[in-house]
C-alpha cells in the first residue's frame, strides 16, 4: 500500500469494504433459495454463488488476518473491529446455507409464510450492502441511513412472529416450518445487527485518521 498514511487508510477501508460486499453476495445468493425455492433464480443466485462468495470472504479473512495491518492504532482498531462483524457475517451465512439445504428435504414453505420472510431477508441484505457502500464513504448520512434503517428488520421479525402465532382454521403452520422459519429470522436480525456494527464508528475511525 502506498500514498503515505491517508492513502493506506484508504486501501485499507476499500479491502474492508469488498469483504463486507462477498458477504452480501452469499447472503443474497442464500436467501434466493430459502425465499424462493421454485425458482432460485440462477448466475448470481443459488447455493453455488452464496458457497463460492463465503470461500473467498473466508479465504481473503485469513489472508488479512495475516497480515501487518497498516495505518497506526487507527488501521489496527478498523481492521479489527470490521473484520470481527464480517466474520460473524460469514458465519451466519453459513447457518442459513445448513438451513437451505436441509430444506429441501421438505416442501417450501407456504406463501402467506414465504412472503414476510422474503421481506426480512431483502431487508437484511439490503442492510448488509449499504453497510458496505457507508464504510467505503464514510459520509456521516451514509452510516445514518444504515443505522436508521436496522428497526425496520427488527419489524418484520415482529411481523413474522405475529403470524405464525395467530390462530390458523388448518390447525396452524407446521412445527419444523416454524422451528426454521424462527431460526431464519434470528440470523437475518443478526445479519442486519453485524451490518450496522460495521458502520457504527465509521465516523469516529475517519476522524482519527486525519
Not at 453497510?131 to 464513504?137: G, I, K, P, W
Not at 445514518?144 to 388448518?170: F, I, S
Amino acid at each position: 500500500m502506498s500514498g503515505g498514511p491517508h492513502g493506506e487508510h484508504r486501501a485499507l477501508i476499500g479491502e474492508l469494504a469488498a469483504l463486507v460486499r462477498l458477504a452480501h453476495t452469499a447472503l443474497r445468493a442464500a436467501s434466493a433459495v430459502l425465499t424462493d425455492p421454485e425458482d432460485p433464480g440462477g448466475g448470481d443466485t443459488g447455493i453455488p454463488t452464496a458457497e463460492k462468495a463465503l470461500a473467498e470472504l473466508r479465504e481473503r479473512i485469513e489472508e488479512d488476518a495475516a497480515a501487518v495491518v497498516p495505518g497506526g492504532p487507527t488501521g489496527l482498531v478498523l481492521g479489527v473491529h470490521v473484520g470481527c462483524e464480517v466474520e460473524a457475517l460469514g458465519q451466519l451465512v453459513q447457518r442459513l446455507l445448513e438451513a437451505a439445504w436441509a430444506r429441501q428435504e421438505r416442501e417450501p414453505f407456504a406463501e402467506r409464510l414465504r412472503t414476510p420472510l422474503r421481506g426480512l431477508a431483502g431487508a437484511a441484505v439490503e442492510l448488509v450492502a449499504r453497510a458496505a457502500d457507508a464504510l467505503e464513504s464514510g459520509a456521516p448520512e451514509d452510516i445514518a441511513d444504515v443505522l436508521a434503517r436496522l428497526p425496520e428488520v427488527g419489524r418484520r421479525q415482529r411481523g413474522l412472529y405475529e403470524l405464525l402465532l395467530a390462530p390458523e382454521t388448518d390447525g396452524g403452520t407446521d412445527p419444523v416450518d416454524t422451528a426454521d422459519l424462527v431460526l431464519l429470522s434470528c440470523c437475518y436480525q443478526q445479519c442486519a445487527d453485524r451490518a450496522a456494527a460495521v458502520v457504527r464508528h465509521t465516523g469516529l475511525l475517519a476522524r482519527a485518521a486525519r
